[in-house]
């Protein structure tokens, strides 16, 4: 589904990531793991076509297509899906509103007919009782007067409206609690485990993943990939961290 | 009727911002006059969507205790001038929503004088301006609070959004106070989209005018919330600011 081969992106000028290479099929979980300033979030911008992140060798490669090529829209619209590790606030725009344009802007450059207000409705309705979310915060404008918590479940919810093919989620689970973990987890489950979806979960910490175990698991240092396992390599890393599992690999 | 004969030039303060040549071909400006008695409610609404030149002025006085809500959109005018005084008597209550979308060659302004002449009266503008291409939106905004006009409050909220570089904004608020008791608070920016909500907006799979259209749409709305006609207002915005993104 998504080829990444030998990335290198740069930040202002500066190299963050510095030949990432990683292949994920359609069905499977990966984790990227590592230490603050690896490279993880970049990662996720670079393949979300945030401005400013600067592709300077290397090739991604979505289904099939260049995803290089495509503006960020685009990149939705082909079944890419950016969680946030900081959702950001619209004032003055609802959930309801903004969500129901950007599913049917999707629908519309698939060539697809678009949602009628009713059927938007009960879509979300349905994906936010999966994420325990009140329908009447997606009356709210956009991220609003969140908390952490909220912020991180309505991305969840906008990833179930928009049903997308990849979700990458920048540490989805950064500022939330152990309830709210749980159910974001579950919702990952619900939405995206699947054999025609995928999941890149870009995370510090194991306790996402006792709820949503991935396939694989990464460890990104300095920009490259530096060694690859299963679930248990996640479990290493929390016992042991990421120095001693990243200089074992060195040597 | 007031009158004036003699067509300004930029030396005029009020007229610093405008253009002339297009201010020539509506000259003189008739001055609409509107009282409300005291205690009395008024409501007025100022469209204009036309593509030619345009000038108004507005005279309104409140007596004691009265009340008016004014909503202003200028939307397509090669030049719109819309100017408004006001003088409010003691406990009155004068509200001001104007939004302004140009692109092109045009020149939009709003030109206030709000003047508490009595005690406890109250004044709030909300100025938005959305400005596309080489065009020029300009807020010139006076409050002047007179001797003895205390417990005044008065408002002036003021920004500007620039879609090009190569347009201009110019804001100018100016109080002049003479009573001692007085809240006045101004706010005036002139900005640009915030890039990271265009890019969220964008990732969620709106293309780039939609996700600016939804952005200023937000914008714009803040000059209409409240107003009697906030619907109509709003979807005639809309209009505009599809045709100039």
Known sequence: ?251 | MNVEMTLPSRKDEDFRYSDIEALRSVWPIVTEEIEVAPDAEGTLEIVETGAGAVARHVAITLGKGAKFDLRVLTAGPAYGRIAVDVKLGENADFTLGAAQLATGSETLEVVTEVTHAGLNATSAQIIRTVLAGASVGTYLGRIAVERGADGTDAEQSVRAMLLERTATANARPELEIYADDVKAAHGCAVGELDAQGLFYLMSRGLTPPQAKRLMLQAFIAEAFTGAPGEEALSEAALARLEAIL
Do not use: W
């Open chain 1, 1 to 251: 589904m998504l080829e990444i081969n030998n990335l290198q992106a740069t930040v202002a000028d500066k190299p963050i990531l510095k030949g990432l290479s990683l292949t994920i099929n359609a069905g499977e979980i990966h984790a990227i793991m590592g230490p603050n300033g690896a490279g993880k979030s970049t990662l996720g911008y670079t393949l979300g076509g945030r401005p400013g992140y600067e592709v300077t060798g290397g090739s991604a490669t979505f289904n099939g297509q260049d995803l290089f090529e495509l503006a960020p829209h685009e990149r939705a619209a082909a079944g890419l899906f950016l969680g946030f590790q900081y959702p950001v606030e619209i004032p003055g725009v609802s959930f309801v509103q903004f969500l129901r344009e950007s599913a049917n802007a999707q629908r519309k450059s698939r060539g697809e007919a678009p949602l009628s207000g009713g059927e938007f409705l009960k879509l979300a309705r349905e994906k936010a009782g999966l994420l325990r979310m009140d329908m009447d915060m997606l009356k709210r404008p956009v991220n609003v007067g969140f908390s952490g918590g909220e912020k991180k479940r309505a991305e969840m919810v906008q990833m179930g409206i928009l049903d997308p093919k990849l979700a990458i989620l920048d540490e989805t689970d950064s500022g939330l609690d152990i309830d709210a973990l749980r159910v974001c987890g579950e919702g990952i489950n619900a939405i995206m485990r699947k054999s025609d979806k995928a999941v890149l979960l870009i995370t510090h910490y194991q306790r996402l993943l006792d709820y949503v175990k991935p396939d694989f698991v990464h460890v990104l240092a300095a920009g490259r990939i530096v060694k690859s396992g299963g679930a248990d390599l996640a479990l290493r890393l929390e016992e042991e961290g990421y120095e001693a599992v990243v200089q074992e690999t060195a040597a």
